[in-house]
C-alpha cells in the first residue's frame, strides 16, 4: 500500500509539472510575486499543523469556511466561501496514514482596490467560482510515547495544479510540495483535569514560480491542546518563510473547539492571519471517524 501511495505521488506530480508554461530562464534577482500576499487564501495556506501522532481510524472531514481579508478597510471587499473536505485513510497499520484534502468548491468577490493591490489586471470587481487544488500526504509515525519520550511524526505531501483561476488571483497554476516533522507530548492532569498536549513542528516547503524557478520556505509550528471529556480546545500558532522575501510570509494563529458524540464530532475555529497571509477565517463542520482496521480480516486474524 506504501508503494501504491508513491506512486500516487509521483503521476500527481507529474500531472501538475506538464500544467504549466514553457519553463524560460530564471531571473533571481526579481521576485515572482507568486506568492500568499497576492492570491487567494487557498492558494497556499499555512498547512494544519500535525501534533506527533496519525490516526488509526479512517476520518471524513467536512466544513464549511468564510475568510474576510484585511488589507482594505472594508470587510466586503474581499470575501471567499468555500467548501472543504478531508479524508484520512490508515494504510493497514495506525502508524501509517495516506491523506487527501482540497477546497471542493469556492465562491470569491473582489473590489478593484483589492485586485489593484494584487496587481491583477482587471480594473473592476471580480466574482465567480472555483475548486481548489488537491493536496495528498503520506503520514508515518515514527515514535511513540508509551515507549519513548514524545510521539513523532513525519510528512511528505505534495500540492497539485488542478485548479484554474491564475489571472483572479486564485491559485498558482503551479506544483508545490512540504515536508515537516512534528513531536508531541500528552501530559495527563487527573481524572478531573483532563490532558493537555504540546507540540511543535518544522519543515521544508516549495512552490514552482512563474517563470522556471522555485520559491523555497522553512516551515514552523507550535501547538497546545486541552482535552476535557466530550471537549476539545486546540490553539497552533504556525508559517513558513520564502526565500524571494515578498509576499512569501504568512504567519497565521489558528483556534478551534470540537464536541464529540461517540465517532461524530462537531468543530468550530476561527483563524487569524498575520505578515503575508492577510484573512480571518470562520470555519464549521463535522467530522466521522470509522475504526476500519478491527474489519480487516488480517487484523482480527493477528488480534487473535
Same mark, same amino acid.
Given at each position: ?28 534577482? #526579481? ?22 501522532? #496519525? ?85 508515518v509515525q515514527l515514535l511513540n ?12 505531501a505534495i500540492k497539485t495544479a ?92 489558528? #483556534? ?49
Open positions: 500500500m506504501f508503494r501504491i501511495a508513491l506512486a500516487m505521488f509521483a503521476l500527481l506530480s507529474a500531472r501538475g509539472t506538464l500544467a504549466q508554461t514553457e519553463i524560460v530562464r530564471p531571473d533571481l534577482g #526579481t521576485p515572482s510575486k507568486i506568492s500568499p500576499a497576492y492570491f487567494g487564501p487557498n492558494a497556499f495556506p499555512v498547512p494544519d499543523m500535525l501534533d506527533g501522532r #496519525t490516526s488509526a481510524d479512517l476520518k471524513v472531514e467536512l466544513y464549511g469556511d468564510c475568510f474576510l481579508g484585511t488589507t482594505t478597510t472594508s470587510a466586503s471587499d474581499d470575501i471567499t466561501a468555500d467548501l472543504f473536505a478531508r479524508l484520512t485513510i490508515p494504510l493497514f497499520t495506525p502508524k501509517a496514514n495516506l491523506v487527501v484534502w482540497m477546497p471542493i468548491f469556492e465562491y470569491f468577490h473582489t473590489s478593484a482596490e483589492v485586485n489593484a493591490l494584487r496587481r491583477l489586471p482587471h480594473s473592476g470587481t471580480l466574482e465567480g467560482f472555483d475548486s481548489g487544488d488537491v493536496y495528498v500526504s503520506a503520514d510515547q508509551e515507549r519513548h519520550y514524545c510521539d513523532m511524526a513525519a510528512r511528505a488542478s485548479a484554474n483561476r491564475f489571472a483572479e488571483g486564485r491559485c498558482y497554476d503551479a506544483p508545490g510540495y512540504f515536508f515537516d516533522v512534528a513531536a508531541g507530548r500528552n501530559f495527563n492532569l487527573g481524572k478531573q483535569g483532563g490532558d493537555l498536549r504540546l507540540a511543535v513542528s518544522t519543515g521544508f516547503l516549495c512552490w514552482q514560480t512563474d517563470n522556471g524557478r522555485q520559491n523555497d520556505a522553512v516551515m514552523y509550528g507550535l501547538k497546545l491542546c486541552y482535552s476535557y471529556k466530550r471537549f476539545t480546545i486546540d490553539t497552533s500558532l504556525g508559517g513558513y518563510v520564502g526565500w524571494e522575501g515578498d509576499g512569501d510570509s504568512p504567519m497565521t494563529l489558528k #483556534t478551534g473547539i470540537s464536541y464529540a458524540l461517540g465517532d461524530f464530532s462537531l468543530r468550530l475555529s476561527h483563524q487569524v492571519g498575520f505578515l503575508d497571509w492577510p484573512y480571518h477565517q470562520i470555519r464549521l463542520g463535522a467530522s466521522y471517524r470509522f475504526d476500519m482496521l478491527s474489519k480487516l480480516p488480517l487484523r482480527r486474524k493477528r488480534d487473535k
